[in-house]
């Protein structure tokens, strides 16, 4: 059993409320098409993150931080265990929300960047950043405006704006991911290798937008292969190959 | 940060809904909600049921037994196959939009896009033809048609056109709950695309629940909120898309998903 050493801390170095635990989070896939192969990604996985913080999972390839932020954003579904949302009228447990629930979730809740661009072809990158704030019934022109100032400050140039981004090069269709996972304000943001592919410039621009959402007091779980980002945004991390079964 | 409220109640309930033509022929066991706004894909092999289970739900086809029930504009809840013939058909041309697979099946050809769309809104009493006109007009706009094909007969339109025109006909009148089976089967990926962007902005714009039947995973992924798997009749496996997609948990399922080609 691990229990991240930081949850029972917390509760008495600071007063800032917990807003996600996991807890005794199980993940097995059983393929069924190669001969019922049973993969245990992780047993009894157990953490907290409290607003405008920052948890890194660390760990090599396979060990299921990928797959852990899936879970806490409902697109895997968990062998067992707990993922409590802790909101100011109420808890929450994701695992056992219905879809319905869980598309007010996304909507309004937990924002989620994952590594690679899932578009619908031919719609316009400006439109894929403002869709999140459309999806909250924000006014079109105000949806315009701030999904422009986010390209903007991303580099991503102008003459784009109006294109598809499934042409674009793998850096721009991370930085139009980015625009999309924050324009619009979630209390909780995981964050998958963020700026995997992109170059130093922009990757001090996606720090800084880390460090606003954290000020704002945004809880954050993220995956970090670079280390400069990790040691610039961290207040806690945790190892899953040390969490692992 | 407050828990999410939902207020909302299912525009169409589907209770344990049976149509069986032989053993495992047909579609058994359905159960499901459906809620405004959300679109709903069923997806499977041909054979499968969906469709069986689609004209079931837009009042084509009588189920052998179970309820589909609707929560109709005026606050009446209507069991599907209890209202009678008369007040059905009445439902299937206001409320419901059945959008076909084949644009030939849900258009009249021998009469112009404007009257295909025009006849629709005549159905439920339009009577002004110049406000007629002006909607078709606006209407062929909104699936980008040119207006000025107004007059031309739907034989003259590609196949995307008339899968087009056929949507703009089945919009017309403000449809709540609009069944669509295979919309893009059949159609060249460009049209495809433009299809699939033009169905989920409308959807959006209009908050329409729809039902839509698909065999192709990569057309649900884009345009579906949820899935139900169908496999020998039955659903095997439901949930959100993306779950569905990326952790699909029964055999079927998983070989479904394995089985998807990408270029």
């Known amino acids: 059993m691990n229990i991240n050493v930081q949850e029972s801390d917390c509760l008495i170095k600071s007063n800032k409320k917990i807003r996600l ?16 192969a049973i993969i245990d990604i992780f047993s009894n996985l157990s953490l907290s993150v409290e607003e405008g913080s920052c948890t890194v999972l660390l760990g090599p390839s396979g060990m299921g931080k990928s797959t852990l932020l899936k879970s806490l954003y409902g697109n895997y579904m968990i062998t067992s265990g707990e993922i409590m949302l802790h909101c100011d009228d109420g808890n929450l447990d994701v695992a056992k929300a219905s879809p319905q629930i869980i598309y007010e979730l996304r909507r309004n809740i937990i924002g989620y960047v994952s590594q690679f661009l899932r578009v619908v072809p031919r719609v316009p990158a400006l439109n894929i950043v403002m869709e999140p704030l459309l999806n909250r019934g924000v006014e079109k022109v105000q949806a315009q405006e701030k999904a422009k100032t986010l390209l903007t400050r991303l580099n991503i140039p102008e003459r784009l704006w109006s294109l598809s981004p ?12 980015i625009a999309r996972g924050f324009i619009a304000h979630y209390p909780i943001l995981l964050l ?52 692992a079964a | 940060m407050k828990l999410p409220v939902l207020n909302e109640q299912p525009i169409l309930k589907v209770k344990d809904v049976n149509k069986l033509y032989g053993i495992n022929r047909g579609c058994q066991a359905i159960g499901f909600d459906l809620y405004p706004g959300e679109v709903l894909g069923i997806v499977g092999e041909s054979g499968s049921g969906k469709s069986t289970l689609l004209k079931c739900l837009s009042g084509e086809c009588q189920p052998d037994s179970g309820d589909i029930i609707f929560n109709a504009l005026s606050g009446e809840v209507l069991n599907l196959y209890e209202i009678g013939e008369a007040k059905r058909r009445l439902l299937m041309r206001s409320e419901f939009g059945i959008v076909k697979q084949n644009p030939r099946d849900g258009l009249r050809l021998s009469v112009s896009a404007g009257a295909n769309i025009g006849e629709r809104l005549m159905a439920v009493g339009e009577r002004h033809y110049g406000g007629i006109r002006s909607t078709a007009s606006s209407w062929l706009q909104q699936v980008e048609i040119d207006a000025e094909r107004i007059d031309d007969f739907p034989q003259s339109f590609s196949g995307g056109m008339q899968q087009r025109l056929q949507i703009a006909r089945v919009l017309v009148t403000k449809p709540r709950l609009v069944m669509m089976d295979e919309p893009t089967g059949g159609l060249d990926v460009s049209v495809q695309a433009r299809l699939l962007d033009m169905i989920r902005t409308l959807v959006a714009n209009l908050n329409l629940s ?35 997609l990326d952790d699909p948990q029964h055999p079927y399922t998983q070989l479904l998903v394995s089985s998807v080609l990408t270029p």
């Open chain 1, 192 to 243: 998958d290798e963020p700026t995997a592919s992109l170059d130093a410039y922009n990757r001090g621009v996606v720090i800084e937008l880390i460090e606003e959402a954290k000020a704002r007091g945004t809880a954050i779980v993220g995956i970090f292969h670079d280390e400069i980002v990790r040691n610039k945004v961290a207040d806690d991390v945790i190892n899953l190959a040390e969490c």
């Open chain 1, 166 to 177: 499934t042409t674009f090069s793998g850096g721009e269709q991370q930085r139009i991911n």
């Open chain 2, 210 to 244: 729809v039902v839509i039947v698909t065999h192709d995973l990569a057309v649900a992924r884009l345009l579906c909120h949820r899935l139900m798997v169908m496999q020998k009749s039955r659903v095997i496996e439901s949930g959100l898309t993306d779950q569905i």
């Open chain 1, 21 to 36: 635990s996991v807890h005794k989070l199980a993940k097995v896939f059983t393929m069924h098409l190669q001969n019922s």
